[in-house]
């Protein structure tokens, strides 16, 4: 028997909600906005599905609805200016400083240990939203830069240079959570 | 390769974007270069850390029910004519703004659609042809739900501002420019349950509507025509005409255009 278009539809784009989810809190920083922006985001992939053309990736069709409804939507409702001085921050800085620890015994396990999760999570939301969008889509999701590129809606060179701009201000910010964490204190040991 | 030249691939090999060249070309250097490995090897565990620590929520279960649950409510909604709670997109509300119907130009003499065969030419491009504008999201995937050009013609040539507003009821799947009778209209598709509704806005120069009975929406005057198998609707908003077009008689039309009110 001939599948129903829901059946198809919860089969192909259904089984992408939770990545859309955790995607969606990153970006919206509210569970409740999140689940807002997933809900409306498969509707309107629903309502769409003839459009969608059957075999190519619907992962990153998905996100890209969720992608164009959230710059749409939510983010016009706290758009600031974002001004980020990333002048200081040396392309191996993270690395750098945990070198500098010396070769003790493997410094960069102890610094993983005392990044908590919820440390990650604030420090992705911390990140200005330019760049938040594309570390969550490569980190997270695991998109090429060109699939990013279309998502997003960028030129893929921005792509590359707002993602190694985001991940040195992501590794700024997890240093600095793990040395409040007491991180240094200890590694001294 | 140098060092130099490894960590230049640095991300994109992590990324694994690099080319397969690159690849072998830097795996070859930090097999003999110590420190490079290392910072290779931080940087994917970085990468894979961050990952680990931001998985999947656990909530996405109860939300994938709710969904399922949305679509189903909604395609009842449709198949049995009910109005499905769709959420207008701040620019479907602006082309409810802009709904003005600019109805035709002066030639068009009363009794034009009343006393002939014709039918109005609206009520022809909602059928035909006015569904098959320039798509502005012929490209649905982007979901834009008009293009820079309509948007430019609603802003600068009309001065009409787009609302941020929501309402309930129709969603557009659709927008373009239609010209009637030489007359330069946007033209927004709706749909109302299932039934599409036409929305165009022009300026309201040189249209001229006979036929239609005034009617009060709230402090508003709209302009109503009871048609064979159709029903129409206009109102005027700064210098724009907005006319609603659609062939279903039962279809509440004044209530697309709440938002229009504020303007």
């Given amino acids: 028997m001939k599948k129903t278009k829901k059946e198809v539809f919860e089969k192909e784009a259904m089984v992408h909600v939770e990545a859309l989810h955790r995607t969606a809190l990153r970006m919206t920083k509210n569970e409740n906005d999140a689940d807002d922006l997933v809900q409306e985001t498969l509707l309107k992939a629903y309502r769409f599905w003839d459009k969608f053309e059957q075999g190519s990736n619907c992962r990153a069709w998905l996100f890209k609805i969720m992608t164009n409804i959230f710059i749409n939507n939510y983010r016009a409702k706290s758009r600031s200016p974002q001004v980020v001085d990333l002048q200081d921050v040396d392309d191996d800085f993270l690395f750098g400083q945990l070198s500098a620890l010396g070769p003790s015994d493997d410094p960069e396990r102890h610094f993983f240990a005392k990044v908590f999760d919820d440390d990650v999570k604030k420090a992705i939301e911390e990140l200005p939203e330019d760049f938040r969008l594309v570390v969550v889509l490569s980190f997270l999701e695991g998109f090429s830069y060109q699939e990013i590129a279309d998502i997003v809606g960028l030129q893929i060179g921005t792509v590359k240079s707002r993602l190694h701009r985001g991940r040195k201000l992501l590794q700024k910010a997890l240093w600095e959570y793990a040395v409040r964490n007491g991180f240094i204190k200890e590694a001294a040991k | ?263």
């Fill in chain 2, 1 to 263: 390769m140098t060092c130099e030249e490894a960590l230049r691939h640095l991300y994109d090999v992590i990324d694994k974007e690099a080319s397969q060249y690159d690849v072998e070309e830097v795996q070859k250097h930090l097999a003999e270069c110590k420190s490079c490995m290392a910072r290779y090897e931080f940087e994917e565990m970085f990468k894979a850390f961050v990952k680990d620590k931001a998985a999947p929520s656990d909530k996405a279960d109860k939300l994938k029910h709710r969904i399922l649950d949305k679509i189903d409510e909604e395609s009842e909604g449709r198949s049995f004519g009910k109005l499905g709670p769709f959420r207008f997109s701040a620019v479907a509300i602006a082309a409810a703004v802009a709904l003005v119907l600019c109805v035709g130009a002066s030639f068009w003499a009363a009794g034009y659609y009343r006393y002939t065969k014709y039918i109005h030419p609206f009520e022809q491009n909602h059928f035909n042809g006015g569904w098959n504008i320039i798509p502005a999201n012929a490209d649905s995937e982007s979901f834009q739900p008009c293009s820079p050009e309509i948007m430019k013609f609603i802003s600068n040539d009309l001065s009409m501002t787009l609302g941020d507003v929501q309402t309930v009821g129709y969603y557009m799947v659709d927008s373009g420019f239609d010209d009637i009778r030489d007359h330069h209209f946007a033209h927004f598709k709706f749909l109302h349950g299932n039934m599409p509704v036409s929305l165009y806005v022009g300026k309201k120069d040189g249209v001229e509507m006979p036929g239609f009975e005034e009617t009060k929406v709230g402090n508003r005057s709209v302009y109503t025509y009871d048609g064979d198998g159709f029903q129409m609707m206009y109102w005027y908003c700064g210098k724009s005409i907005l006319i609603a077009v659609s062939e279903d008689k039962t279809m509440p039309l004044p209530e697309i255009i709440p938002a229009v009110y504020s303007i």
